[in-house]
């Protein structure tokens, strides 16, 4: 054994994490125990109290430490806007551009037969019930643009458009900034068919 | 406010680890978040454990959960023959390679006037008075080959010679600016091997 059982427990530990490998995993353990040990103690802390405090919102599956979350109970928020996304960190991000301005539905993945990931493994049940009791006037798919973010997107319109209710998807296309020249023929052939009069 | 405020806590306190900006920092908060609770507590518990445990070894100072550590007291390791790293994940380097037979001080840095970091910040002291009892055989000084670490070599020789000791240096087959830590074995195995007077 090169490490003291409890360096090596906290190496493990570390290693679980995604992107982490044993060698920065023992890079992470040292650093905390070189770190003042109160410090080293708010990271346990934040790790613990995170989990015991953050649960999903009942209403679209957010991350939140008060049900309904933030979103949900924000009455400037329109009800009758709703974004289906895939992860809470999809959220954020849109959150990020304030041009949203109705609500949100996590599904908490995409449809991936290679994965085994099916409609009923994500919030899609979830999410029927809560438009049939509210009845939206737009559902935005905001699935990524992903093999799966685009079958779970399908399948979703498939789903809720025979329901009567009107279903978008957000544009796929050339980003700001991007060159043609370095976009692949997926997106500049999605650019092309999403175009719009100017 | 983007997240609840235990996510916000989470994120910034995984964000002061090192290597870790806003957005991985963001990723793994919600890795965590998806853990099952237990396994996230199982990392929370080995920060405070490795924190409240792991200490300095009186002999060698490198990090320990008993004191002396292992290396320290097992009586197969020469205690005549002394290796002067500079930091406690070059012993595990070391250790590694099998070769090395004797045991460890860690200086736990090295001299480097840029950062303000002299003698006196290391356990140089704390080496003089071990050697001082010990009376060792032989001192290999393996601190990296970095400007810092060899300043440390030399300034060690320098120090240590006089005293009438024989100090050895462990050979360039380290590349230079390379850490030992990130030296494959046999590299070091090899600097090990043809170490020669200082």
């Known amino acids: 054994m090169l490490y003291p059982q409890p360096i090596q427990d906290l190496v493990e530990e570390l290693a679980k994490l995604p992107g982490v490998g ?37 209403e679209c599956f957010n991350f939140t430490d008060s049900d309904p979350c933030a979103i949900c109970r924000n009455p400037s928020r329109d009800a009758a806007w709703v974004m289906v996304v895939e992860h809470p960190k999809d959220v954020v991000a849109m959150e990020k551009t304030r041009e949203f ?11 991936s037969p290679m994965e085994g990931v099916g409609p009923d493994d994500l919030k899609v049940r979830e999410l029927i019930n809560r438009i049939n009791a509210a009845a939206p006037r ?8 992903s093999l799966e973010g685009e079958a779970t997107a399908l399948y979703l319109a498939r789903l809720l458009k025979p329901m009567g209710f009107k279903v978008t998807r957000i544009a796929r296309g050339l980003p700001m900034g991007g060159d043609l020249d370095y976009t692949d023929e997926m997106t500049l052939a999605k650019s092309l068919e999403g175009r719009q009069d100017i």
């Open 22 to 58: 044993p060698k920065t995993a023992q890079r992470l353990a040292f650093f905390l125990l070189n770190m003042p040990k109160g410090e080293a103690e708010l990271l346990a802390n934040a790790i613990v109290n995170a989990r015991s405090h953050i649960r999903y919102c009942s």
């Open 101 to 111: 301005k109705g609500r949100y539905h996590v599904l908490h993945g995409a449809i």
């Open 138 to 145: 737009e559902i935005v798919l905001a699935t990524s643009s």
